[in-house]
């Protein structure tokens, strides 16, 4: 079997000046092709969902849209867990909470739904890439609103020479890997 690096130098690639210029996009689409490599990646992704027993200590897998779905719902899956989607301003159906966070030219808005969790859940949120850490800060804000409890937050990639390991220092953050 590869290692977990190997998958993640394989199955992820730099597309420059995506989706603006000076932006280096991380492209996981040859990552999520690879049976074999995805399969590796849900696994590592979940084990930060269980303790050092392996028994499961989350509730929920929060997905961030887009990519983040595609990650936490086979993660979900694969821990027994219940799987919720953070979205986009505006997609989701019933009562909303929503939380705002600034962007590098103006201002996003993601909403989870009012009873997307117990109260007292733990939860696991995914992502694909941590970048200013923006993203994740604001769907941590959103679990909490809830009355949920944050039991850490994985990502695939962590940009370490943008600021999110430092804004979100008060949390517990994985990464698989760090550039
Ligand atoms: P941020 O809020 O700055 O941490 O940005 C995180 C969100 O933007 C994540 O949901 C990522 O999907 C996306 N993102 C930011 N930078 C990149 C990048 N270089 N490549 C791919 N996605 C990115």
Redesign the pocket.
């Known amino acids: 079997m590869r290692s977990l690096d190997e998958v993640l130098k394989d199955g992820i690639r730099d597309i420059s000046d995506y989706p603006q210029a000076g932006?280096?996009?991380?492209?996981i689409t040859p990552l999520l092709a690879d049976h074999g490599g995805f399969s590796q990646v849900v696994e590592a992704l979940a084990a930060f969902g269980r303790d050092a027993d392996g028994t499961v200590v989350v509730d929920k897998v929060v997905g961030?849209e887009a990519?983040?779905f595609i990650l936490a719902a086979p993660v979900a899956l694969a821990l027994g867990a219940g799987f919720v989607p953070v979205r986009k301003k505006g997609k989701l159906p019933a009562a909303t909470y929503e939380e705002s966070?600034e962007l590098e030219y103006g201002e996003a808005t993601i909403e989870v739904h009012q009873d997307a969790f117990e109260p007292g859940d733990r939860v696991l949120v995914i992502?694909?890439?941590?970048?200013?850490?923006?993203?994740?800060e604001a769907c941590l804000r959103l679990v909490r609103r809830c009355g949920a409890e944050v039991a850490g937050t994985a990502v695939l990639i962590e940009?370490s020479f943008?600021p999110?390991r430092d804004r979100l220092a008060a949390e517990r953050v994985e990464a698989l890997v760090t550039v």
């Open positions: 932006v280096v996009f991380k492209d961030i990519r983040g966070y992502d694909d890439v941590l970048a200013t850490g923006g993203t994740v940009l943008l999110g």
